[in-house]
């Protein structure tokens, strides 16, 4: 099934399920550990609060990706969608730290199936010539819902407290799922001789274009992860050389973090929704991606380096333009580099390389920082980064 053959409504369905797959997590972010701590949690326990969702997520998204090619892409997608506000209703009711853990790994489940369902449903929709600007437009809802989800959070928690954080989450999405149900299509009817396909992880891994997107999107995720981990840190670091107490020191770099982010958005959501996110359909992903990486890495090494604000801003609108070419320029090449029967695995295969990313770039960092004195912990980011620059080359060669 092409765009070209769905309503508006039913793109408009498909963009709004993109932006509620998306903001649970994003928005739960500054909710997740003091709600473990109320329920008694010690700062590890906290920690396996934080890290539950993204591991269930990682442990799911090879499965949500088989579930997607066996049984249909809009099957998966709705069961997920049911399963992930009822999870969350459960962080506002649990009244221990084992029953909040539970409903995080459910959660987390829950959004890697729904993830690698929803990628393989948006590569069916995508008439070819348009990979990269349908995948492109869903690159800048989960930029607008990483925007605006962790500051949302905070709002609703200051006024209201964390509980309605939790519960007006799951009303939203409950809502959104009920509207956009009756106009979600299905793109893939599996069919028994569909379904038995020996090989086809080899297959897949065989394509180049595959192989560099995996790569590509490794690379951002790592450098997300770190730059999201670490970047308010280094401000507060700096707030205090500067002579700040440390509520000031805490203010300040709370409010230019979040000023610096949203920067990084506003042009990552411009690049994704311009021209640019095309050019994979008619020049495949390799030199896109080789581009990005590159303003990546020249990203994090401004901010290893980086004495004054201005420094900053220019990392992170280098930032921005490296995730607005990356983004949909890999997401676009699983779409076109794989046989709808195999897609909803490619999908799969996306978002673990995307999860391993985010969580390998701050694991890494932080463990250089504390091995060796004075590194910068954006040196995980940047060591990942500068590899899969390294490796481009060699994953995109044809397979012999």
Same mark, same amino acid.
């Given at each position: ?63 949500? /990706? @088989? #579930? ?10 709705? &069961? *997920? $969608? %049911?399963?992930?506000? +009822?999870? =969350? ?49 869903? /690159? @800048? #809802? ?10 949302? &959070? *905070? $709002? %609703?928690?200051?006024? +209201?407290? =964390? ?51 995996? #790569? ?185």
């Amino acid at each position: 099934m092409s765009s070209t053959s769905l309503s508006r409504r039913s793109r408009s369905a498909i963009y709004i399920a993109v932006f509620l797959t998306f903001i649970d997590n994003f928005a739960l972010l500054p909710v997740i550990g003091p709600r473990a701590q109320e329920l008694g949690g010690t700062p590890f326990l906290v920690g396996i609060a934080i890290a539950a969702y993204s591991l269930a997520n990682l442990a799911f998204n090879l499965i949500g /990706g @088989a #579930l997607a090619d066996r049984l249909g892409r809009r099957r998966v997608v709705v &069961a *997920a $969608l %049911v399963i992930s506000p +009822a999870a =969350i209703a459960v962080y506002a009711f649990a009244d221990s730290l084992p029953l909040f853990l539970a409903a995080r790994v459910i959660h987390g489940a829950s959004g890697g199936v729904l993830a690698a369902a929803l990628f393989a449903l948006l590569g069916d929709v995508a008439a070819p010539g348009e990979r990269g600007k349908t995948l492109g437009r869903a /690159g @800048a #809802l989960i930029g607008v819902a990483a925007v605006v989800g962790p500051a949302g &959070a *905070a $709002l %609703v928690a200051n006024a +209201a407290g =964390i509980n309605a954080v939790f519960l007006g989450l799951a009303l939203l999405i409950a809502g959104g799922l009920l509207a956009v149900l009756p106009l979600l299509p299905e793109t893939f009817t599996p069919s028994v001789a569909r379904i038995r396909t020996p090989g086809a992880w080899r297959r897949i891994l065989r394509n180049r274009n595959l192989r560099v997107a995996l #790569l590509a999107i490794f690379g951002l995720e790592a450098a997300v992860g770190s730059i999201t981990g670490f970047i308010k840190d280094g401000l507060f670091q700096r707030a205090l050389e500067m002579g700040r107490d440390t509520e000031g020191a805490l203010r300040y770099a709370t409010s230019v973090s979040g000023g610096l982010f949203s920067i990084f958005g506003l042009v990552a959501i411009a690049i994704m929704l311009s021209r640019f996110a095309a050019r994979v359909d008619k020049r495949g992903p390799f030199g896109i991606s080789l581009v990005g990486l590159s303003a990546i890495l020249a990203a994090l090494i401004l901010l290893s380096v980086s004495p004054r604000l201005e420094i900053d801003l220019v990392a992170m609108i280098l930032y921005g333009v490296g995730y607005g070419l990356i983004f949909p320029a890999a997401a676009g090449a699983v779409a076109m580099a794989t046989e709808p029967g195999e897609r909803g695995r490619a999908s799969g295969a996306f978002n673990l390389s995307f999860d391993l990313g985010i969580s390998a770039g701050p694991i890494l960092g932080g463990t250089l920082t504390t091995l060796i004195v004075g590194l910068t912990p954006f040196s995980g980011g940047l060591l990942l980064v500068a590899l899969a620059l390294l490796l481009l080359p060699a994953v995109g060669r044809e397979a012999s």
